[in-house]
C-alpha cells in the first residue's frame, strides 16, 4: 500500500522508505516468492522516484537472492530480475539513456544480460518475442560501450531482425 501511496504521491521518498521497512521485516521463510516480488516491485518502484541506485540494487539482489533459493535455476523471474540488475549497471552513469562509460559496470551489464539469455534461450521457445528484445538490448549494448564493437552489434541486431519477418 506504501508504494501505490508513494507513487500516487509522485513518488514520495517518505512511503517508499516504509515500504522497504516493510519489505525488509518480512520473514522470507513465511512467503519467499512474495517477499521476492515486494523486493523487485520496490526495486523498480525505487528506480522512478530518484532514490540512490545502490538502494534499487540492493532490492533487485535481494529480489535475487530469494528467488534463486525457491525456484528452478532456469526459472523466468529469475531472469528478469539478471536483466534488471543488468540494466542498472549498463545506465550507471545516471542519466538512465547511455551505456556506462566505465568498462566494469559495462562488463557486470553485459555478465547479468547474458545469464538472462542463457535462461531465455533454455525456457523460451526459439520463436519468443522477448528473445528478439534481449539480442535487441545486445546490438545496443555493443555499440554504445566505450569499446564500441560493431560487429557483435551487428551480429544480435541481426538475431533480432529474425523475430520481425
Keep these: ?79 528478469l530480475t539478471y536483466s534488471k540488475i543488468a540494466e542498472l549497471h549498463r545506465n550507471h552513469d545516471g542519466g538512465g539513456h547511455q551505456t556506462s562509460l566505465y568498462p566494469v559496470y559495462a562488463s557486470i551489464a553485459e555478465f547479468f544480460m547474458k545469464k538472462s539469455l542463457s535462461i531465455q534461450l533454455k525456457t523460451l521457445p526459439a520463436t519468443h518475442p522477448e528473445l528478439a528484445t534481449t539480442y535487441y538490448w545486445f546490438g545496443k549494448f555493443y555499440l554504445q560501450t566505450s569499446s564500441r564493437n560493431t560487429a557483435l552489434a551487428l551480429e544480435n541486431f541481426e538475431k533480432a531482425k529474425v523475430f520481425f519477418r
Design 1 to 79: 500500500m506504501y508504494l501505490k501511496v508513494a507513487t500516487w504521491l509522485e513518488y514520495d521518498k517518505i512511503y517508499y522508505q516504509k515500504a522497504k521497512e516493510i519489505v525488509t521485516n518480512l520473514s522470507e521463510k513465511s512467503v519467499p516468492l512474495q517477499t521476492a516480488r515486494l523486493y523487485f516491485k520496490l526495486g523498480q518502484a525505487q528506480l522512478w522516484s530518484g532514490i540512490e541506485v545502490d538502494d534499487v540494487l540492493d532490492c533487485y539482489l535481494e529480489c535475487l537472492h530469494i528467488q534463486q533459493k525457491v525456484l528452478p535455476e532456469n526459472d523466468l523471474s529469475i531472469a
